[in-house]
């Protein structure tokens, strides 16, 4: 009786055990895979808005191939994408990662939707380009690595739940209570992140640690593009200024608050504009060498004493000194620039050309006004003068007439 009691006992704290366990390892996987998903969709929605920013400028360039060598790389950086492809306003496919085309069927089926793509489970969202009026983005994210990184934590859970049974309940309480915290903090920085705060994610020292540092590097992504947008944004705006020397004083200004270089600037086919803001600072000479530099080159230029960066087809952006930013950032961020400031210089050029011709036509029109004016003055004393000698002859030939000795009288 003592052995059977004890072994019953034993075997109903190991059920009880087992049984309070199993929920807590089967509640805990339900909520990791409903937040997986989730998070799945954040991404698949950030995804598609990224991308539609990205090929914004491609599309309305009608560059197809470089928004195909985008849709590569995007592939290539997120393995589960299923596949992505774009529309253009008549819904017709502009480009597509699919090797076999994207079926007819599938094109049809727009917005967010779970879909059976080749025996997988596929999370499909679409981001509109310009607000719908340039195309559509549509993705798809495979659901097998939720549902492998779901079954990773489930048998880590089961390991876990299988130690504990012999140090107790409570233990194994514990340590499923420990092993969710994290993710529960990565849900709330997740929608702290969504409401635009800053957000830093735990990184724990197991599997969710690369989940950690991995939603780290994307919201520091975040807030870098978030950054970069802002000042690209600022500096398109101050672009629209028509005349040169404004328009210089304005994005060399900001540039060089904004990204901590001591003064800029603008070098025109051997015509240099400074920033008058920093003008003090500004070395007297480099300007031409590192300009013709970069236009030689094609691309920027970081030299010790600053950065050039070329505008084509004439002219160059020269920053002077060093700011404290990623050299690869600064390139790509200047690289992007380069395209709205050569057009901006081109208005500015044309503008410029096309005062001088104004001016030029309002000397033309006066000196015009001028010679007429003359013309008529000329031809007036013209007619004066010959009015003037017909009224002379007319008179002398009427005294002649009338003097004593010509037998003629009135």
């Known amino acids: 009786m003592r052995w059977g009691l004890v ?12 049984a309070t366990g199993g ?13 997986g998903e989730r998070a799945l969709w954040q991404e698949a929605r950030g995804l598609a808005r990224d991308l539609s920013f990205l090929v914004l400028d491609d599309i309305l360039l009608s560059d197809r191939l470089a928004v195909e060598e985008k849709l590569r790389h995007l592939k290539d950086r997120y393995p589960h994408l299923a596949y992505v492809y774009i529309l253009n306003p008549r819904g017709e496919v502009v480009a597509h990662t699919l090797s076999g085309g994207v079926p007819e069927a599938l094109a049809r089926l727009g917005g967010e939707k779970v879909l059976q793509v080749g025996g997988k489970t596929v999370y499909q969202v679409e981001a509109g380009i310009m607000g719908g009026e340039a195309g559509v983005v549509r993705l798809g994210l495979e659901r097998t690595p939720l549902v492998a990184s779901f079954f990773r934590v489930v048998c880590a859970g089961l390991f876990g739940l299988l130690w504990a049974v012999g140090l107790g309940g409570a233990l194994g309480y514990l340590f499923l209570t420990r092993l969710l915290e994290p993710l529960s903090l990565m849900v709330q920085e997740a929608s702290r992140l969504k409401e635009g705060q800053p957000a830093r994610f735990p990184e724990p020292p197991h599997e969710l640690g690369a989940l950690g540092r991995a939603l780290n590097a994307m919201g520091a992504e975040v807030r870098r593009r978030e950054r970069d947008l802002r000042l690209l944004n600022r500096l398109l705006s101050e672009m629209h200024a028509l005349d040169l020397a404004t328009l210089s004083e304005r994005v060399l200004g900001l540039l060089v608050r904004e990204l901590g270089f001591t003064c800029g600037d603008l070098w025109l086919s051997g015509r240099v504009v400074h920033c008058e803001a920093c003008r003090d600072r500004c070395p007297l000479g480099g300007v031409a060498s590192l ?16 950065v050039a960066v070329p505008v084509p087809p004439h002219g160059a952006l020269v920053l002077h000194g ?5 050299e690869a950032w ?7 620039l380069a395209g709205p400031l050569a057009t901006a210089l081109e208005n500015a050029r044309l503008y410029e050309a096309l005062a001088e011709k104004e001016a030029q036509r309002a000397r033309l029109l006066k000196a015009w006004l001028k010679a007429q004016e003359e013309e008529r003055a000329r031809i007036a ?12 002859g007319l008179i002398l030939g009427w005294a002649s007439r009338g003097s004593p000795g010509t037998g003629w009288r009135p």
């Not at 072994?7 to 087992?18: K, N």
């Not at 300009?291 to 030689?296: D, M, R, V, W």
């Not at 060093?322 to 990623?326: A, I, K, Y």
């Open 23 to 35: 929920m807590l390892l089967l509640g805990g996987g339900l909520f990791l895979l409903a937040e």
């Open 381 to 392: 004393r013209e007619l004066h003068d010959e009015v003037g000698q017909a009224l002379t």
């Open 291 to 306: 300009a013709q530099e970069a236009l030689a080159s094609r691309q920027v230029v970081v030299r010790p004493q600053g």
């Open 322 to 326: 060093r700011p404290e930013v990623e």
């Open 7 to 18: 072994q019953q006992l034993f075997f109903t704290v190991l059920l009880a055990a087992l």
């Open 330 to 336: 600064l390139r790509a961020f200047l690289e992007a």
